[in-house]
Structure formats: C-alpha cells, structure tokens
C-alpha cells in the first residue's frame, strides 16, 4: 500500500489492483461482516457543485470521538449522491468543486485504527450528472421528454460510468461495501430507443403502452421491472468478481418495495423509512423483511422537520422506539445524519446516537437474528401490487392502505403477525393458524388453489375486503348479487355503531352464516345487510368482510371497528399461542432468541409522532401492569424480563404460563428458559 495524490489530494491506494479480504486493525480487531451487523452509522451529504467546504472540518479526532462513544459496527459514508457529484477526489466522474479535503481516507484512517466496517452511499440510477454530461444515458418518458435525473437501465451508464467508478472508489479507499441509493425506487418506464428495441425484441411489437387503458399495460411495466433486475443483477456481478469480499445491497430491493423472490446476489437487505411516518412503516418493512431470510437491517432519519420548517435533530427516546420496531423483528439498525457541509458530526448528533446505541446493544441478545414463532400471516399480495402500482419498484400511491390498516387492527388486538407475499407464504402456509387478506384484488390461480388446500386441512382464512371475497366466491357459502356500490353504511358492532361508508358487496347467504350487520342509517334496528360472514370449508374455516374495512381502519383506527375485526379473528383463531391484557397500545412479537429461547418483544406505542403537527416527542409515558399468557409445552425453569434483568412472578399449569409485566417504557423482551 502507498499513498498518492489525485487532484492534489492524498488519499490511500494500493500498488496493485486490490482484492484484500477483510483486514484487523492495529491490535488485530477485524471489522464485523455486514451479515452479522447489528448497529451502524449512515452518513450522506449528496455533494453539489454549491459546496464549497467538503471535508474542511472532517477530522480523526472527531470521527474517533463519535466511534469511541457509539461503537457501531459499520459506517457508511457519502461518496456520490443524486445529483452526481463526487464527494471524493474521482478520477472517473465529476469530483465536486467545493472539496477541501478527502473526507473519505479520513474516515478509512480512523474506521481502520478501530476496526469498524466503512462503507459508502452512492446514487445509481438516480444521476442527475452523468445525464448532463451524457444526454444520451438518460431513460425517456412516454412523451419523448429526456429525464434530467434518472438514467436508462437499459444503455451503457451502468458499464462506462457505475461500475468503473465503483471498482475506483472501492479499491482506492479499501471498502468493506457499498449501499447503493436511488435505484429500484427511482427506476421509471423508459422508452428510449434502447428499451423500445428490446421491447419490440420480446414481444413483436413496434410500440409500448402508454397508460392503463391498454391492455398490455401489465406486460409493459413487467418487461421493465425485469430490465431493472437485469440492470442489477450486472453491475452487482461485476463488482463481486473484481472484488469477492466487497458486500452490496441495492437500497429497497427485495423489501415491499419489490416483494418478489430474490436473483440479483445482494449481501444483504436494507432500506431508509420515512422520516416522519417513521413508526408505522417500519412496522410493515421489518414484518416483510424478517420473511425473507436474508441479513437485513432498516435506518431511520435521526432528523425530521415540522410543517414548513427545516430539519431538527429527533430526541433520543423517539429514536428508541422507532428502534424497537426493528429490533423486535430480529433485524440491525442504523441511524442517518447529515453531518454539516464541512463534515462536522456535531455533539448534539454524538449524544443522540450513543443513547440510542446503548438502548440497542441492552436488546442485542435477545433480539438480533431473532426467529418467528408462527401465528398469523398477513399477505401483501405481489399480483395485486404489480397490476396496481404504476411504479417500477415503489409503493408511493396508497397501494399499502389496506395491507397497513390489516396490520394495525391485529397488531392493537395483540397478535403475533408475519408479512409474507405469494411466493413466501405458500411454502410455508401449514405453519399459521390464520391467514389474513386484505383487499387484494388479483390473486394466481395456483396461490388460491394451495390456499383454498389449506383450509381444507384445518387451516383459517380472513377475507378483507369486497374484492379479495369476490376471488373467493365458490368457497364462502354466499352468492354475489349486484356489482358493488359505494354507499352510506353503519356497521354495527359490540361496542357500538361506527361510519362504514365506502363501495359494499351485498351478498345472499347459503351455507355461511352472518358475523355482522351494515345499515343504512345510525338506527341499526332498520334495514340489515350481512356485512361479514363465516363458513366452514373442510377442516377449517373462512370469514369474510364485504367492505373496505381495512382501508378505514387505516385512516380512523376507530376502536369499535378495532373490536369488529377482532370479534370475526376471535372465531377463526380462538386458541393464540399469547394472550396479552393490556393497552391498544401495546404491540407484541413473539420470537425464539438466536440461542433458541421462546421470547416475547412488547413495544408501548404511547405517544409516537403524528405528523405534521406531532412529529417530535421526548415523552413516552410507560404503560402497566400487562397480564401475560404464554403457551410452553413444559413448565420454564426460569422466565426473566430483558433488558431489564429481574425474575418476573409468574405461574405454569397445564402448558400455559401466567406472567405480570409490573410496566413497559420503551420495549420489553420476555424471555423463557
């Protein structure tokens, strides 16, 4: 190894091309592999050709003050970000004019000395740059316009320009890896003349779709989802045969952004949630991530910013909880900042991430690598996504109304719940109890045929919504009559009447039986319409809503609606393997630790952000006493409460485990021995 100077600025490079595996430092401490990450540090800057200070203020003894005090795992660091100026002195693209210093050999320096693994971020098909520099790399939109942003996966830009740079900027600096930003998410249809070649290639055809009004409309946006897999699939390739041990990850890919089955060889699965909506995503991105057997973690903004403000530093304690979501699901987590333009990670930043780094690392044991003990499985339906989304890989649009409003309903009634799509719920369909749907509107025929088998062993299925009922007809004891209508509707429930208004299937019964009532008006002793039915099929069971509850569910959470659903889960799922007495509030996980122990993760949701009016806390009022009820074949030797540490008072008899939880602050992890 030696150093020299590109554009004037030292940086660290190796004599020969570099394939090094994974180095110790000094004392010999070498860095955790990605695969066994659990906390980690994410900073980015997106350079522009504005800055004029980068890396002025970048210093070891700062970064070392932040490593000394937060101890991750990894750090990623900025290097290019969407508008397509380097952050680092490249040889190979456009190196921002503003650099003062070589900001990423000081973070190589110091991550080096403590053996913590650097990675970088870097913008793939998002390049704003690269397509001002060459129009011709830019994918075209349906009206012949050039997009100034987003390059074509189908020219050269990835071989002449992403993996070039990439190979430089790894070998240069002697990166563990790279989490490559805006792609699958900035991906759009393209037809430039490349893509229509192709197109025409694969199909016959001399033009492509335009809209939904044509009826290959499908075909059109699968042909491109594939070219971006295509996209992929090469560079990533590419990288790992110039370099084995570098590790890669494609920021979205293969989350509920893109639920399909893995081919692009990934090292690992990440992706950055919403800044303010922080809470609620990850609870579906951590439940469909833990599902799909890969390495994984999710990073939260450690900012967000109130309405018509600028960005604020987020307190520790709301970190926390958002953390505890992940961590519940047996994923890593990290943290993202912007340090200032110069470089500078303030104190402020420091103090912030080392608390909620000691809140994970407290949870590390019973959490990280984390197993599922099967419960219900709630589907996020990739047929139904692919038709509905008009996104390459995004689900910007409310294509998840139904799916989080599903989620959230089970989640404050207490269950345990997994998110599978088709091609990972059907192998594993014996292991729950209960499958839930929501309103899906397009299923293949051979998911509904291993279904429809399912139940017929003994298995349950929840239908909600007129749509995915109407998939299931044949089975449900109904016939359909009218097409669907939007109306005015009540539903009447247990605890009271509450507003259902929306497009309602009516139905006439035949072998199934009414779990509910709909009525035109507030008075619900005039004019019922079965709003939920129950059949039996087989050995098991099918309910059914022939409503949107799911969606209004998602937009009031009302709780007497809360209570229908969970009435009709009653019926299907009488015998969950938990029962937990305790606030809506209150989700639960139940998971076997890494080693094998039965574990119960208890989240107190009070008080999370609402944005945009609430989109900051420094108070979580702790929650208790929760009465717990755990199902153990054998009596437990020991049952504890983790972090914590104290033997909690419980009880055994006759393979059920009575347990009091005195409160929960934050998250709680029961574990049994």
């Known amino acids: 190894m030696r150093i020299r100077s590109i554009f004037g600025f030292p940086v660290l490079i190796l004599s020969c091309l570099l394939i090094h595996p994974a180095w110790p430092d000094e004392s010999g401490k070498k860095p955790q592999a990605r695969q066994n990450a659990f906390f980690g540090l994410h900073f980015d800057l997106h350079p522009s050709k504005t800055d004029t200070e980068l890396g002025a203020d970048v210093s070891t003894e700062n970064i070392a003050r932040l490593l000394n005090r937060v101890k991750p795992d990894y750090i990623q660091y900025d290097c290019k970000g969407h508008v397509g100026w380097a952050g680092y002195p490249t040889k190979i693209g456009w190196p921002a004019p503003g650099i003062k210093k070589d900001s990423l050999a000081v973070w190589r320096k110091v991550t080096r000395e403590q053996g913590v693994a650097l990675f970088i971020h870097y913008s793939g098909v998002w390049d704003s740059q690269a397509i001002e520099h060459h129009p011709e790399w830019a994918r075209i939109d349906e009206k012949g316009n050039r997009d ?277 719920l059907e192998p594993r369909l014996k292991d729950f109890a209960l499958v839930v749907i929501p309103d899906s509107h397009k299923l293949a025929d051979g998911f509904k045929k291993s279904l429809m088998g399912y139940v017929e062993r003994g298995g349950n299925l929840l239908l909600l919504g007129e749509k995915c009922a109407r998939l299931f007809e044949p089975a449900l004891g109904v016939s359909l009559a009218a097409p669907p209508q939007n109306i005015t509707a009540e539903l009447a429930t247990s605890s009271g009447p509450v507003s259902v208004n929306g497009i309602w299937q009516d139905i006439t019964l035949s072998s199934a039986r009414p779990a509910g009532f709909r009525h035109l008006t507030r008075d619900t002793g005039k004019g019922p319409s079965v709003a939920a039915t129950l059949t039996d099929f087989g050995k098991g069971k099918i309910g059914a809503v022939y409503g949107p509850l799911a969606g209004i569910f998602f937009k009031s959470h009302h709780p007497y609606l809360r209570k229908f659903i969970g009435d009709i889960v009653k019926e299907l799922f009488p015998e969950p393997a938990v029962f937990v007495d305790g606030p809506a509030t209150v989700d639960i996980a139940l998971r076997t630790t890494k080693s094998g122990r039965l574990s119960l993760h208890l989240l107190n949701r009070s008080n999370l952000p609402l944005p945009d009016r609430y989109n900051f806390t420094d108070f979580i009022p702790a929650v208790g006493p929760l009465t717990v009820k755990i199902k153990t074949a054998k009596k437990p030797q020991k049952v504890t409460l983790a972090p914590e540490g104290p033997s909690l008072q419980w009880d055994w008899k006759s393979g059920l485990l009575s347990a009091v939880v005195p409160r929960i602050h934050v998250h709680s992890v029961i574990v049994v021995e």
């Open 148 to 424: 100034p942003n987003n390059t074509s996966v189908f020219g050269v830009y990835k071989d002449e320009f992403l993996i070039p740079q990439l190979k430089e900027v790894t070998s240069v600096y002697e990166l563990d890896g790279v989490w490559v930003d805006g792609e699958c998410w900035a991906a759009q249809l393209d037809y430039s003349p490349r893509a229509l070649d192709a197109w025409k290639k694969e199909t016959g055809l001399r033009t492509a779709p335009k809209d939904r009004n044509d009826p290959r409309w499908l075909d059109w946006k699968m042909f491109n989802r594939r070219a971006f897999e295509n996209y992929l699939c090469h560079w990533v390739d590419a990288l790992h045969a110039f370099n084995p041990n570098l590790q890669i990850t494609s920021n979205w890919m293969y989350t509920s952004f893109a639920p399909k089955p893995l081919v692009a060889k990934l090292d690992f699965l990440s992706g950055d949630y919403s800044p303010s909506l922080s809470l609620d995503r990850a609870r579906v991105e951590a439940r469909y991530l833990a599902s799909t057997g890969m390495p994984w973690d999710l990073m939260a903004w450690g900012f967000d910013k109130g309405k018509d403000q600028g960005w604020s530093i987020k307190t520790p304690v709301q970190l926390m909880q958002e953390a505890a979501v992940v961590l519940m699901q047996g994923g890593g987590f990290q943290i993202y900042h912007q340090p200032t333009r110069s470089g500078l990670i303030v104190d402020a930043i420091i103090d912030q991430e080392g608390q909620v780094a000691d809140f994970c690392r407290a949870r590390q044991e019973v959490s990280f690598k984390s197993k599922t003990v099967p419960q219900i499985a709630l589907l996020l339906s990739s047929e139904s996504h692919w038709d509905k989304s008009e996104k390459i890989f995004a689900p910007w649009g409310g294509e998840f109304d139904d799916l989080e409003g599903t989620l959230h309903a089970l989640l404050e009634l207490h269950y345990s719940v997994d998110i599978l799509a088709e091609h990972q």
